[in-house]
């Protein structure tokens, strides 16, 4: 009767486990990795294993589980109906959903990535490099004489040092483009995200609180080239509030790498550089206020760091990235001076 007993038990949980494991299973592949809705751009290449596949969805937030996702599609047997080409999914479809996706690649349209922090000198060179035209072609396109009917761009201010440019408004995003697309088109597509992204509910922010879009996006301009980090774009956009407030010079190296032409990567900045930027109205070590014009095509996320910046109560006036990359602040000289010896960031760099 014990040895019966036990054998039951046995089954029993057995079968608890194969219910609950199917359960998981089901869950893995019916669920969506997000509860939000994202747009991602997705490639697969001629050749491409569903290992690598598996591995590439997964690096960009659109399956819950490599090893769910590459059993799923040899249970289906769904590897051979995959097709090469570029592919527009979507973070909140479920594994189902994109295995069926990868099905249907897009052949009438190619997808063109442009990175936030780009400036429009990057995005043009980026456009030659991929093969969808001459760099100057996007420079012509972007003339902002072609686009007065948007009115941020026929708002934007003219003063003293800043360019007639576009530059701050290109929105960074990735974009999919009809083959034969011409960069008047991408332009077209750029300013619309803007328009889209800056939001009438951002514009009444900023109207509250007596501000312009242009001060906003030159602020976030400046943001997306110092820090990468979604949390700490508003605490960064926070410490600009607060040195503006005080009168203080805002001291942003990427300003004055803007103001040198020095436009891509990470790079420390010298006493010759600054030297060498004195002169400009970009360098804000010299001349206090926000610079003339925006020094980059900034994302959503750093737009909306500053229409809404954070952690202004903390006072902060200082921030710096250790040799990890993680961003410090600080509410007085001396406490930056000291956390730059506490993590190793000697003269200026690591």
Partial sequence: MKVLVSFIVVIGLLAFGANYGYAWYNDQTTQPASDTSQKVAFKVTSGESTTEIADDLYAKGLIRSREVFELYVRLNGLAPSFQAGDYQLDKHESMRQITQDLQHARTDQVSFTIPEGYTIGRTAAKWEAEGHGPAQGYLDAANPANWQSYDFVAQRPQVAGRADSLEGYLTPETYFLNKGATAKDLVKAQLDQFQKVFTDQLRGTVKAHSQTIDQIVIMASMVDREVQSDPNRAIVCGVYYNRLDIHNALDVDATVLYALGRTSGAQNLTKEDLAAAADSPYDTYTHPGLPPGPISNPGA??????????????????????????????????EFESQLKQYGVVGNGC
């Fill in 301 to 334: 996320a750093a737009l909306n760091a500053c229409v809404n910046p954070q952690q202004r109560d903390q006072h902060y006036l200082f921030y710096f990235a250790d040799c990890q990359g993680k961003t410090h602040f600080a509410k007085s000289e001396a």
